[in-house]
């Protein structure tokens, strides 16, 4: 392999009357660089924008729901502390879940009510640990001894109302009477605000103790599921197939990949989609490697005519066209990675571009994985050699008597 690499090597070297040669190599090379850098920029804040997305929802969510087709839970207090002692799992909490109006002195709107119990260690709200969700959620004195509540910023702003202000919750669960139904309503005082940046949550989402919504609800010990919190969110299918067997009809469980399965698998798409799509620049590339490789055969006619003389051996010819290729292909691809990786360094760390509000995220999203950048590097590799193969074959099959004769 020595002397097929100094000869690869020698050839890469082009003289003034194969400059045309040398300016494809060069223009091979920036067009593996260009090609391989997009890619890693480009799936690295895909892949940013999947995590960003999957922290804001399950800020929110819970990893997993355990729910039961009639709508009753019998014994949850036993389910849920068996539940609590498998390991991996961080906490379980009761939840339930319902539709009511929201009215102010100025405005009326639909809203999702959530009844929760901040006091089991669950993280129920992004940003709000479970010491201050119960702040937020207890009677306040100053207010009549009124139960808190907390509102999506959006839905605070959209109906005008502020941390201690008063608002009035309204269900269908009513009572009754000789005029007809009388909705059930209680009042509350907005004990603080909460911001996902989803405004799918922020608009419509609001959270009460779970007392208070059973109590509004009038169902005392009525929930409609058990939250469960796991240390590895990725770990949900392995937790329901491995540890939660128990669970059985009329039970069932719903996970955060199942929930949100759409919005995932769309984003998935997307990056496999631009990956296709910008491998076509390294694949161009790959087409400029192998002319300049088919131009430097037909340049190098009567040295390949006098190594055959010599005793080369087709494989020996193939190696050194083959080499000179993948000398191309592989310098461009360390070039593209190592640029792609620094320019994923600095969005990520100085965060320059701006998005616009349109998007859940104020600044461009980025996050490296290796897996990524190794697959994009090998996948260029792999591309740059398949290009060498057709020129290096052509060179190899040369005979070189006709090579001398007319060389």
Known sequence: MAVEYFIAKKYLRAKRKEGFISLITFLSVAGVILGVMALV????????AETEFR?????????????????????????ANRIRSIEGVAAVSPLLFGQAMIRTSRSFSGVMVRGVTPDTGAALIKDLTPDELTRALAKGEKKGD???????????????????????????????????????????????TFSSGMSEYDSMLAYVHLDQAQSLVRAPDRISALGIWLNDVFQVKPMAENHLGFIKYPFYIRDWMDINQSLFSALKLEKSAMFVILTLIILVAAFNIASA??????????DIAVLKAMGATHKTIRRIFIIKGMIIGVSGTIIGTVSGILVCYVLKKYEFIRLPEAYP???????????????????????????????SYKASRMDPVEAIRYG
């Open 41 to 48: 920029v480009v799936i690295a804040v895909m892949s940013g």
């Open 293 to 302: 490789l088919i131009m430097m055969v037909m340049e190098k006619t009567k």
């Open 361 to 391: 995220f104020s600044t461009l999203p980025v996050q490296l994985e290796y897996a990524d950048v190794a697959l994009i590097a090998v996948s260029a590799i792999v591309i740059c050699f398949l290009s060498t193969l057709y020129p």
């Open 55 to 79: 922290k804001r929802i399950l800020g929110l969510e819970p990893h997993m729901l355990v729910m039961n087709y009639g709508g009753t839970f019998q014994d949850k207090e036993g389910m």
């Open 146 to 192: 009124l139960p808190g509540i907390v509102l999506g910023k959006e839905l605070a702003n959209s109906i005008g109302v502020i941390t201690g202000d008063t608002i009035l919750l309204m269900t269908a669960k009513g009572i009754i009477s000789p005029i007809g139904q009388i909705p059930s309503m209680k009042r509350f005082v907005v004990g603080g």
